[in-house]
Structure formats: C-alpha cells, structure tokens
C-alpha cells in the first residue's frame, strides 16, 4: 500500500517552544491530510483537515493558533505546536488520502513537553 | 451523525484460540465500516473495510469481519489467535461516500497468551 511518514517520530521539547511535525506521503499525491490526537489508552481524535493550498479546517475545541497546520505541496503537510505545554504531550498521526479516496496513516509522533 | 462502540477494552485469548472483538456502530446513512490495527508506537494499519456488496469481509492476516446491518454490528474475527495479533485494535465508521472523517472507537487491546 501506499507511504505516509511522519517526522519525527520521537520529540522531547521544553514549555514554551515551539515544535514542528511533519507528515509525507512518499508514493501518492494526498490531496487532503488529516492530522489526529491520541492520548493514552484513547482513541484517535480529529484535529484538524486540510486540503492542499487552502486553510485547514479544525474540529470543534481545537486551537488553531495553537496547532498551525499547513499543507503547501500534495506530499507534505506540517503541524507545528506553538508554545507547547506539558498538557500538549500527545501522539499525533496524520493521515493522506488521495485520489482514490482511500486513507494511509503515518508511524506517528509522540511528543513529550517537560 | 455516526458514532462506534467497542465493547470490552482489554482482550485476552490463548494462542490458537478464536479472537472476537466486537464492534457496534451508530450512522444516520448507510456507513462504510473500518478495522485498524495499532502496534506500540506505531501509526494505523488497515486491516480490512466494508463500503458495500458482500457482508463477509476479508482482510490482512487472516482477519474477517461481518456487517450486519439489522444488529448495527461489524464484529472482528479470526479462527486462531497469533502471538503477533497481539496490538490495540480500532472500529470506525464513516458515512457513505465519503472514506474520509473517521470516527472511531475507543479500541481493544488484545493479548494473546501461550
């Protein structure tokens, strides 16, 4: 099947930075990415979509200066966490879809804020 | 609106045995109905979807599942547990059409024993 990755898979950052995420799809073009939350022992939660080109779409709850999603090219999308905080500490996984509609998940990112 | 259910978040079987995680869902139209697997630390895999045609669906790994529309249910089955099953395992649901905003389920951890 078709490859997202995400980048890094592993990140520990101190209160206040700022983190940047990235999730590529290296086989197909993903015309809509979307990136998800899980907490421990929980499910996926949708953050956020976003189309290439355009502005994201969040969920209802979800900060959007916080998490700042931009999708400029058909193979890559970022997430960056801006001034992170301990409540912040997740794993989040993206997903491309493309063309044929079909959904291809990254590894996921955890990220640890001390 | 489409919401899931999973019953029983921690599932224990013998290697050999049957697995059976079971999944109900909620969808206002006809859904398309999903199972992913989780390992640690990893992103989703797909193990096998439902959009329409035959009920009995087969999937990876010797994985089926079973749509039954008058129970609302999507039920994950395979006739002999391997020790590498052992994974968190996700339900989702989507509306017809649309293979994209997943809602999922809470997930079932599944172990398998000797």
């Known amino acids: 099947g078709a490859v997202v990755s995400q980048h890094p898979s592993w990140v520990i950052c101190k209160s206040g930075t700022s983190v940047k995420i990235e999730c590529r799809s290296l086989d197909f073009q993903a015309t809509t990415m979307f990136w998800y939350r899980q907490f421990p022992k929980q499910s996926l939660m949708l953050m956020a979509t976003s189309n290439e080109g355009s502005k994201a779409t969040y969920e209802q709850g979800v900060e959007k200066d916080k998490f700042l999603i931009n999708h400029a090219s058909l193979t890559l999308s970022t997430l960056t966490v801006t001034s992170a905080h301990p409540e912040d500490s997740s794993f989040y996984i993206c997903?491309?879809?493309?063309?044929?509609?079909?959904?291809?998940f990254g590894e996921g990112s955890r990220l640890t804020v001390l | 609106a489409q919401s899931v259910t999973q019953l029983g978040s921690h599932v224990s079987v013998s290697e050999g045995a049957l697995v059976l995680l079971r999944c109900n869902y909620s969808s206002s139209v006809p859904p398309y109905l999903f199972w992913y697997v989780q390992y640690p630390n990893q992103g989703l895999q797909l193990l096998l979807k439902?959009?329409?045609?035959?009920?009995l669906v087969k999937g990876i790994n010797g994985f089926e599942a079973e749509f039954k529309k008058s129970e609302t249910s999507f039920h994950l089955t395979k006739p002999s547990a391997h020790m590498s099953d052992a994974a968190e395992y996700f339900c989702?649901?989507?509306?017809?059409?649309?293979?994209?905003?997943?809602?999922f389920g809470t997930g079932t951890r599944l172990q398998v024993t000797l």
């Open positions: 439902y959009t329409t045609g035959a009920t």
């Open positions: 989702a649901v989507t509306p017809t059409g649309t293979a994209s905003k997943l809602t």
């Open positions: 997903s491309g879809q493309g063309f044929t509609g079909e959904l291809f």
